[in-house]
């Protein structure tokens, strides 16, 4: 199974500040079947990054997905009052695991 | 439009087993995977497993192998998740997904008790 692991745990930045969050791999990824959530309290997640590159339909712009292989980074170039939320990471090939989440607050 | 639509809430007791529905329109259903995933009370999310709707192929986390079936109904377009044996720790708020399209369902909470 391969084991997703986010750092940092909690991340405490202001409106306008970068955000990067990270997301590490046990094993490769296989096909960078990986993406990206973003989860605020009493709602479900809402897809942001899927492929680990690729921003899902209706997803600004100020948000972005690197890495390959073992290491992936969601960037927020700019926060946004509305950014300060949970942030997990998922890897989706054959099976599927979800790492622990990153929460980004003020 | 896309839509993935859950059944309704279920309370359960210890050891019985739980069914919930997801109803999938707007796309066509063998095209994509389906997903479950469940988030317990103020925790994080859990992948439990996920079907291909084209034939029926299943693939189950670790964890839970042995407790949970998939299944599906191509003509009504809907997955089932049958969870057996609960827990109390399987108290959470179930949800079906695609992942690479970000179609998810309502959710649906499923609550163990006695």
């Known amino acids: 199974e391969v084991v997703l692991t986010q750092s940092p745990g909690t991340l405490s930045l202001s409106p306008g500040e970068r955000a990067t969050l990270s997301c590490r791999a046990s094993?490769?990824?296989?096909?960078?079947?990986l993406a990206w959530y973003q989860q605020k309290p009493g709602q479900a997640p809402r897809l942001l990054i899927y492929?680990?590159?690729n921003r899902a339909t209706g997803i600004p712009d100020r948000f972005s997905g690197s890495g390959s292989g073992t290491d992936f980074t969601l960037t927020i170039s700019r926060l946004d009052p509305e950014d300060f939320a949970v942030y997990y990471c998922?890897?989706?090939?054959?099976?599927?695991?979800f790492g622990p989440g990153t929460k980004v607050d003020i | 439009q896309v839509q993935l639509v859950q059944s309704g809430a279920e309370m359960k007791e210890p050891g019985a087993s739980v069914k919930v529905s997801c109803k999938a329109s707007?796309?066509?259903?063998?095209?994509?995977?389906i997903h479950w995933v469940r988030q317990a009370p103020g925790q994080g999310l859990e992948w439990m497993g996920s079907?291909?709707?084209?034939?029926?192929?299943?693939n189950f986390a670790q964890t839970l192998q042995g407790r949970v079936i998939l299944a599906r109904d191509t003509s009504t377009t809907t997955v089932y998740m049958e969870l057996s044996n609960l827990k109390f720790e399987d108290t959470a708020v179930y949800y079906c997904?695609?992942?690479?399209?970000?179609?998810w369902g309502q959710g649906t909470l499923v609550t163990v008790s006695s």
């Open positions: 997904l695609v992942i690479s399209q970000g179609y």
């Open positions: 079907i291909n709707p084209g034939d029926g192929t299943t």
């Open positions: 707007g796309y066509t259903f063998t095209r994509y995977f």
């Open positions: 998922q890897q989706y090939g054959t099976s599927s695991t």
């Open positions: 492929g680990a590159s």
């Open positions: 094993q490769s990824v296989s096909s960078n079947y």
